[in-house]
């Protein structure tokens, strides 16, 4: 093992309110007692992180195999985008849009220039950026195409994930996801993702636009069939349907190309971005699009306060240029087939499968193994923080300025894990 790979010293204990650090198990104990039950971590509390590598309030250090969902996929706390939030910070932070800011025009040149958009509205959260372009496509539809006011329909896809707001949990086939917090909205059809057939057959004169995922993340990293893009944009141009690609957890590099719809060298009318937009210092999400299709939108008919404020605009120069200067973008390919490979190569009897495109994986376990979640506990207990998905599926999709040797130390360690099986599914998590 290589001294860059070594465990450092434990770091210096934060001190607490008494003068000493609280412990894992007492903040642990605090997020139950009083936050909301919304999420079920891993049992690790972090404190620190630097590139590729993440430290617990212990002193321990892990290896990211998440990025925040691919937020962090320029590594984190990356010093040249921490420059630019905090010299942005000590001049100007909000104006909100009542007024003009001298960040907001150089972010509107500078991501049109490098996605090849015309147009461009920011917001904060991805969720938000998916909201926008449904209230877009739809107006589109009515005040270009000529839709039945009130019939406007969006052909999603299942098993999707695109956010958490009310309106996009309506069209979730997530039972998690959408069980209690209806009545939800209509104007929704939902075909089976990879399936071109089906989406034709959807198609109807009120189709105002097509909503997916060049890759379905949150689903497992389920790529779709060679070609289903392409006749995706053959559609949506026969039957003048807006073709609307949700790159917020795809885009931005993660899967080896700056966006994954350049795979299929197909362009979509509109693309949502988000996440790593800001390298994980700030929410900002971008919507996307063409003249004809944001044009639409006149002033006061959508917007927010802190969308495409000055801080998130520099801060987003800042991630968008690191990106493309240090090759984060082709190092993305290169670690991920190096990462694929290797999965691919470990001879467990659990692995199903190894999935797959750039640094955004995904291994398939068999569902005798006991699900995915003992196998990540595992993997944290050797220093690889790694995510359970849809019960089976371990995540894997580290920032991109991974390493070779960092992604051979992973492998030796998901090796060892995945040709052993973990404590059964009660022991793991209890």
């Known amino acids: 093992m290589t001294t860059e790979l070594s465990r450092p010293a434990p770091l210096p204990a934060a001190p607490g309110a008494a003068g000493e650090t609280a412990g894992t198990a007492e903040m642990i104990a605090t997020e139950l007692r009083l936050g909301a039950h919304n999420y079920k971590p891993l049992d690790v509390v972090l404190t620190r992180g630097e590139g590729v590598w993440v430290w617990d309030v212990e002193g321990r250090r892990y290896l990211d195999c998440l990025a925040a969902y691919s937020a962090v996929n320029q590594g984190h706390c990356h010093p040249k985008i921490l420059a630019a939030m905090v010299e942005q910070a000590s001049r100007l932070c909000l104006t909100s849009r009542a007024f003009r800011n001298d960040q907001l025009h150089l972010f509107y ?142 885009g931005l590099g993660r899967t080896g190309k700056l966006l994954a719809e350049e795979h299929e060298g197909v362009e979509a009318d509109m693309t949502l971005v988000g996440k790593a937009l800001s390298g994980g210092f700030y929410p900002v999400s971008a919507v996307l699009s063409n003249d004809a299709t944001l044009g639409t939108l006149q002033p006061g008919q959508h917007g927010s306060t802190f969308g495409g404020n000055p801080l998130a605009c520099a801060v987003a120069r800042a991630a968008l240029r690191v990106l493309v200067e240090e090759g984060m973008i082709e190092n993305s390919a290169r670690m991920g087939e190096r990462f694929k490979a290797g999965l691919e190569a470990i001879d467990a009897d659990v692995v199903r499968e190894v999935r797959g495109r750039g640094l955004m994986l995904a291994v398939e376990l068999d569902p005798a193994a006991g699900g995915a979640r003992p196998y990540c506990m595992a993997l944290k207990e050797r220093g690889i923080l790694a995510k359970d998905t849809h019960e089976h599926s371990i995540r894997i999709a580290p920032p991109l300025v991974i390493t070779a040797d960092q992604v051979d130390w992973a492998l030796e360690r998901f090796d060892a894990v995945l040709r052993r099986k973990p404590a059964g599914r009660g022991a793991a998590r209890a």
């Open 109 to 250: 040149e500078e991501i049109a220039a490098l996605t090849g958009s015309h147009r461009v509205l920011p917001m904060n959260s991805g969720a938000e950026a998916v909201e926008t372009a449904i209230k877009v496509v739809r107006k589109w539809g009515y005040r270009v195409k000529g839709v039945e006011p009130g019939k406007a329909e969006v052909i999603v896809c299942a098993n999707n994930f695109h956010g958490r707001t009310l309106g996009i949990v309506g069209f979730s086939t997530d039972p998690v996801a959408r069980g209690d917090f209806g009545p939800f909205a209509p104007g929704f059809v939902t075909v089976p993702f990879g399936d071109a057939e089906a989406l034709e057959r959807a198609i109807s004169p009120h189709t105002v636009a097509v909503l997916a995922e060049p890759i379905q993340g949150e689903a497992g990293v389920i790529i779709p069939p060679p070609g289903y893009l392409q006749r995706m944009r053959e559609l949506c141009d026969e039957h003048d349907v807006t073709m609307v690609l949700d790159e917020i957890q795809t």
